[in-house]
């Protein structure tokens, strides 16, 4: 335990910080700091002097162009957590709400308003139901007898619909009647008045927006990694949480190779609580390994030797969040547990908790937050006690009497003004009276035996605070290694500092970024749009823990760090560094002078991707179909970057395979879970009364013939038929694709082939005359134009078909495109070739008559619906020469024709999304 | 629409700088370079009130470009310095004192004093508090620099014999080094900070004209002065000044009793308690078994032979002379909850007997004595080592078997 001779020399001063605040851009460069003698005695005639910051450092190179995923991917499909926009407020009135203190305007009224129109029973039940009978909403006018008790609400509602449209309008005024209305009825209509619901709302939004500007519960990280009992063993544990909800404990070995992977199944522990933080270490060749949930603290036991289940040790419940737990690196079963009301306390598994502290208060000065923190320091009784404001150590034996201040918010620091510790760290194992302290503004080292004033401080130009830390001490002679990492912004910083006994603290080197999980989503094979755009918000998950494990083989050593997302993935990079001192690899100029911005090549590069991405697409297709594609195509060029920074390496062999095994355990895992975008179906609970839709006492043939459709459909699996064209009818193209035209036989083949007859135009093909084909394809076609509209699939069907003669149309050297084998089943043709069904249609129209209807006694207003409804399960539609009744044919609204005709035309080709 | 181009400028300079920071990050000095001279281009138009203005940042990361990729040819950055001095008067200084401190890491002492002499003549209206203390540093790095250059002479003056005339004008210049020297290292080391070098340096040079009156009251200061921070340092200079001019024990000792109330694991502490160990007067044997029992609570001394050998020395004196066996006892009681697991345990005795025969033959020997004969750790390493039929554990053996009241009575 040497200390330096000498120090940096440094001004000390007292009381609270001078310097303004604000984070600086580029604070941390070109800055020496101080210099100091480092000859070895000054008696020598030239003095060597050193810099307390731009001395040289280790060059740790990345093997890998993007972070690689080690595990499979978290069983769960992560929903997305709260983004401002979610809550913040986004109208005309913003700019004007902005000039106010807060700086933000929270969207109090559409949350407000989500809750009314989301829960309606809570908000509105009982005096809904009270007044059911008293508000008419139809368009008839009231009986006379009814006036008397009830009112007609009708106007009122188109207003509201008025105002819907109107939506964000500047010019919006609130008409007199709803403003009457509001006026009348706000004292009485909520089930829960609506001052006090507000008041929660509001409450719960302030919340929330803290929650946002800066969440501090996952500080300290939720992943650690247990070393292997030997120097040289391959073989590590992970330690991370996952699950649906974080509340799974997994102990996962993983083997670090070329790259980490995991061996065999985790050790699993199911928790009572969402794991915020994951925290291990070492004693007596034990890992402890303590985890924290808001109200419950766990601690683990896990023996180094590999294949030794871990076993857990106890368990404590807090009546407060609790905001830490550190594990001692000196004593077994020995853990710091601090909580949100301002306590701290020394756990020991075999005898019980101490508690060390109790102060509401922050130390220094005074702060809000209610973020308490505690680590250990070199002295195995002694803590550190961390709020905003700075850290203590206190005795455990005597924690009264015996503390002193380690670190303060101020003028001794050299802080700026507003800033607060964000994570504190003893960094026993690179020195063991140094500790690690990081604000939003900067990292500090300390020493215990000079306190208050840091060792070492450097601005680390971060975005989001650095709530992970991670130290990998280096050996005599070395550098240790610490890793800062963000939580939000995925960032990853990777800072070398050496010193502290013998020689004073030095940073050594430029701090160096790691790659972050979001930036492997170029490197992933291209998805389509939306896949794409779940896949990015699934990278995009802010990060939850931060690991690092050394590997050393021979001259060579790999630091591979891991990282966790929020969504409960593990990501993975290796950096290398050569013992032997190495010239560096000088950035490839080449590419550098390419890639400077405005470049032109990037356009047509976009241009070729345009093909590429297409062809992707198809071929993850047939992927999920079960045939495996080649995807590894070394011609492939990277996908063009939107910012213009160097495009860069293309991922290894081995890293595109885990991409690829990872995405496909993605998709079975998003796919297992029940879908949140179900197709639209129509409730028919809120339409018709049980009366409605009684079978009237002799059965209808129409009735049977409608429900036999009905079931029909249903078996089949085909949605409804769209009665309504969503689109205007597409144009008429003036060319016929005839099949046998001869312009693209491949498309004409699989057009047949997509129609089911494809031996038929086989024969057709090599033998019969033309004419009689022709003659044989009109009637084909006209038997087409009938089934049309039977079934959506087919139409689904053109839309693919016309992709695969567009693609064979822009890529000649496209993958061979899948022979014509036999369709499956459902694919079968046999419905269509059915004979078309008699022409029924005027009972079918009597069936949906207004007078039919309202012999059943469904109410006048509701007889539009039903008739819709109605509508679009019927069968066939009529044929347009001879309308059978003319309240058929106003049923059958005219713009189906128009469909129905367009049908026998090839289909335009839809715009696909996205390419 | 005014405030658009405004947004646009502004939002395309941080998009700009946002790129440099990631090239940086990277290592990638060449293209941030070419982002910077982008970059350059917006301190044309900025009126901005911020701050940060443009031109620290690129100076900031101007330096530190040139630093990593201008092949180390100091023209080039010393062109771009004197650019950027020209650049703020706010931040002249500064810049003078990180160019300083660029030319001294490389050698160039000469040019770094050069240039500390220019910033030191530089006077811009009034100072803000904040370039009173750089002109203040820029000052006493002066005098370190004037230091050095007396140190050289007083050398060439000490090991050459050279003729009388010679001599003369040697010695003049020294004594002009000094002077000066001394004027900005004494205005430094007035100021609350830590001052190591500074401090060392003036102390040097008046203990070489004698003036150790005012060495040992600026030694005092610096290490007392409660304004200053408690930096060990401060105490060992002055511990190592008054041993070097032979003072009494008994002022070292009190100086080095402040060192251990501050600093309990300070590599002294061992000097401390074999200067204590050896004294005959029972108060002070009394405070070096604390002073040792204190070190090897630290984490970092765990391993330390040095420190467990004194520890083994002192107890077994006290156990063979069965008297103040109470010392121990008071020390133990604060203790005997955590140190068996903090330092006996089987695991560690497997670990030290492995690593180093020494150390685990003087922890066991305190372990047998503080724990008993049954104790793991005593019990495993005097078993290996009769094993290994090495004579000394045998002694250890016998010894701790025979002392075991001693155990009885502290437990």
């Known amino acids: 335990m040497e200390f330096p001779d000498v120090l940096f020399p440094s001004y000390f001063g007292c009381g609270p910080p001078m310097e303004e605040g604000g984070p600086a851009p580029a604070a941390g460069w070109g800055e020496q700091g101080q210099v100091l003698d480092a000859g070895p005695g000054r008696c020598q005639t030239e003095a060597m002097f050193v810099p307390r910051r731009g001395g040289t450092g280790e060059s740790w190179e990345p093997t890998e162009a993007a972070a690689v995923p080690c595990v499979p991917p978290n069983a769960s499909c992560w929903i997305p957590s709260l983004v401002p926009q979610d809550i913040l407020y986004h109208g005309f009135l913003r700019r004007k709400l902005r000039g106010g203190r807060s700086g933000a305007a929270l969207d109090f009224a559409k949350q407000l308003g989500h809750f009314f129109v989301d829960h309606p029973e809570d908000a509105f039940g009982s005096l809904g139901r009270l007044l059911h009978q008293n508000f008419h909403l139809g368009n008839s006018k009231l009986r006379r007898q009814a006036r008397d008790t009830t009112i007609r609400m009708t106007a009122l509602m188109e207003e509201i619909d008025r105002l819907e449209a109107k939506h964000g309008c500047p010019r919006q005024f609130l008409s007199p009647r709803l403003r009457w209305f509001s006026h009348l009825c706000r004292d009485w209509l909520f089930e829960v008045p609506l001052g006090l619901l507000a008041d929660c709302l509001h409450e719960e939004l302030v919340l929330q927006w803290a929650g946002l500007l800066f969440d501090d519960s996952p500080t300290g990280g939720a992943l650690a990694w247990l070393p292997p009992e030997e120097v040289g063993a391959q073989t590590g544990r992970l330690v991370y949480p996952g699950g649906p909800a974080m509340n799974h404990l997994y102990f996962q070995d993983v083997v670090l190779e070329e790259l980490p992977h995991a061996q065999g199944s985790p050790v699993q522990f199911e928790l009572n609580g969402l794991i915020r933080q994951v925290a291990a270490a070492r004693v007596d060749g034990e890992d402890f390994v303590g985890v924290r949930s808001d109200y419950h603290c766990g601690v683990w036991r896990v023996p180094a030797r590999m294949g030794v289940a871990p076993t857990p040790l106890q368990v404590i419940h807090t009546s407060v969040p609790a905001s830490c737990l550190t594990v001692s690196p000196h004593l077994p079963g020995e853990l710091a547990v601090c909580t949100q009301s301002g306590s701290v306390y020394l756990w020991s598994v075999e005898s019980r908790l101490q508690r060390l502290r109790h102060d509401p208060q922050t130390m220094f000065f005074r702060d809000h937050s209610p973020w308490r923190w505690s680590d250990f320091t070199a002295h195995p009784r002694v803590l550190s006690c961390a709020d905003r404001t700075g850290l203590q150590c206190l005795d455990a034996r005597a924690p009264e009497r015996c503390h002193f201040d380690l670190f303060k918010v101020g003028e001794e620091a050299n802080c700026q003004q507003g800033e607060r510790v964000v994570l504190p760290m003893y960094l026993g194992r690179a020195h063991p009276s140094q500790h690690l302290v990081t604000t939003q503004f900067s990292m500090y080292v300390l020493d215990e035996r000079l306190p208050l004033v840091p060792v070492l401080k450097w601005a680390h130009m971060m975005k989001a605070p650095p709530l992970f830390a991670h130290l990998t001490p280096g050996g005599p002679g070395r550098s240790h290694k610490v890793l800062l990492g963000s939580s939000h912004t995925q960032e990853l910083l990777l800072l070398q500092y050496q010193g502290g006994s013998r020689s004073a603290c030095q940073l050594a080197g430029p701090p160096q970024k790691l790659h972050p999980i979001t930036s492997c989503l170029q490197h992933l094979p291209a998805q389509l749009p939306h896949r794409h755009h779940l896949l990015q918000q699934r990278l995009g998950a802010p990060a939850a823990g931060l690991a690092a494990a050394v590997k050393e083989e021979g001259l060579r050593e790999s630091l591979m760090v891991f990282q966790l997302s929020e969504a409960g993935d593990i990501f993975c990079q290796r950096l290398t560094h050569e013992t032997v001192q190495a010239p560096a690899p000088a950035p490839t100029s080449g590419d550098e002078t390419t890639a400077s911005p405005g470049s032109s090549p990037l356009i047509e590069e976009e241009e070729q991707t345009f093909y590429l991405s297409n062809l992707e697409v198809i071929i993850n297709e047939e992927e999920d179909a079960g045939t495996p594609a080649s995807l590894e195509d070394p011609e492939l060029p990277p996908q063009p970057c939107t910012s213009p920074r160097p495009c860069p390496a293309v991922s290894t062999p081995a890293a595109a395979l885990q991409y690829r095994r990872w995405l496909k355990g993605l998709s079975k895992v998003c796919r297992e879970s029940p879908r949140r975008s179900r197709p639209l179906t129509l409730s028919q609970k809120r339409l018709f009364t049980r009366k409605d839709l009684e079978v009237p006492a002799a059965p209808n043939p129409l009735h049977g013939r409608a429900r036999q459709r009905l079931l029909q459909a249903m078996g089949e699996g085909g949605g409804i038929p769209s009665w309504d064209p969503p689109h205007p009818p597409p144009p008429v193209l003036p060319q016929l694709a005839e099949p046998s035209g001869g312009s693209d036989p491949l498309s004409a083949r699989l057009t047949a082939a997509w129609c089911g007859d494809w031996g038929q135009w086989w024969e057709e093909r090599s033998g019969f005359n033309r004419a009689e084909r022709q003659r044989a394809l009109r009637e084909r076609r006209r038997r087409q134009k009938q089934a049309r509209g039977r079934r959506s699939l087919s139409a689904s069907f053109t839309s693919s078909l016309t992709y695969q003669s567009e693609l064979s149309e822009l890529s000649d050297s496209g993958p061979p495109l899948p022979s014509p084998g036999p369709l499956p089943p459902r694919d079968s043709p046999q419905p269509r070739q059915r004979s078309p069904p008699p022409p029924d249609s005027p009972e079918e129209a009597a069936l949906l008559s207004s007078q039919s209807l309202r012999c059943r006694g469904i109410p006048k207003e509701r007889r539009k619906t039903l008739r819709d409804y109605l509508a679009v399960w019927a069968e066939s539609p009529v044929e347009p020469p001879d309308p059978p009744s003319s309240q058929a044919s106003q049923l059958c609204i005219p713009s189906s024709q128009s469909q129905l005709s367009s049908a026998s035309q090839p289909r335009r080709k839809r715009p696909r999304m996205g390419f | ?411």
């Open chain 2, 1 to 411: 629409s005014s405030q658009e181009p405004k947004l646009n400028f502004k939002k395309s300079k941080e998009v700009c700088l946002s790129y440099i920071q990631d090239a940086m990050l990277q290592k990638q000095w060449k293209r941030a370079a070419e982002f910077l001279s982008f970059y350059v281009e917006s301190l044309e138009k900025d009126f901005s009130k911020e701050y940060v203005n443009p031109s620290e940042i690129i100076w900031r990361v101007g330096t530190e470009i040139l630093c990593h990729c201008s092949n180390g040819s100091m023209r080039e950055f010393n062109s771009f310095i004197e650019q950027m001095k020209t650049f703020g008067v706010k931040r002249y200084l500064k810049v003078c004192l990180e160019h300083a401190f660029h030319l001294l890491c490389n050698g160039q002492i000469d040019d770094a004093y050069q240039n500390l002499s220019l910033a030191e003549s530089w006077r811009y209206g009034e100072q803000t508090a904040i370039q009173d203390k750089e002109m203040k540093l820029i000052q006493a790095y002066r005098g370190l620099l004037d230091y050095y250059s007396w140190s050289k002479q007083k050398n060439i003056l000490l090991d050459h014999g050279l003729d009388e005339f010679e001599n003369l004008s040697v010695e003049q210049e020294m004594h002009s080094y000094f002077r000066k020297a001394a004027v900005n290292l004494k205005e430094i080391i007035k100021i609350p900070g830590v001052w190591d070098l500074f401090v060392k340096c003036y102390v040097d040079l008046l203990e070489f004209y004698g003036d150790h009156n005012e060495a040992h009251q600026v030694l005092t200061e610096y290490a007392y002065n409660s304004k200053f921070p408690a930096n060990p340092n401060a105490h060992v200079y002055l511990y190592q000044f008054l041993k070097r001019h032979g003072e009494s024990k008994k002022s070292l000792i009190s100086v080095l009793k402040i060192l251990h109330d501050l600093v309990p694991s300070h590599e002294l502490m061992i000097d401390f308690n074999t200067m204590l160990q050896k004294s005959k007067k029972r108060k002070r044997c009394r405070l070096g078994l604390e002073v040792i029992f204190a070190v090897l609570d630290y984490a970092g001394w765990k391993e330390n032979v040095k420190a467990w050998s004194c520890l083994a020395r002192q107890v077994k004196q006290i156990a063979i002379a069965e008297k103040h066996v109470d010392w121990i006892k008071q020390e133990w009681n604060s203790r005997k909850d955590w140190w068996p697991a903090f330092h006996f345990t089987h695991y560690l005795a497997k670990q030290n007997w492995k690593e180093s025969e020494s150390l685990s033959y003087e922890k066991a020997l305190v372990a047998g004595i503080l724990l008993g004969k049954d104790c793991k750790y005593f019990k495993y390493v005097s078993h290996q080592g009769c094993k290994a039929q090495v004579k000394r554990f045998r002694i250890l053996k016998k010894f701790v078997n025979k002392h075991n009241p001693v155990y009885l009575r502290i437990s």
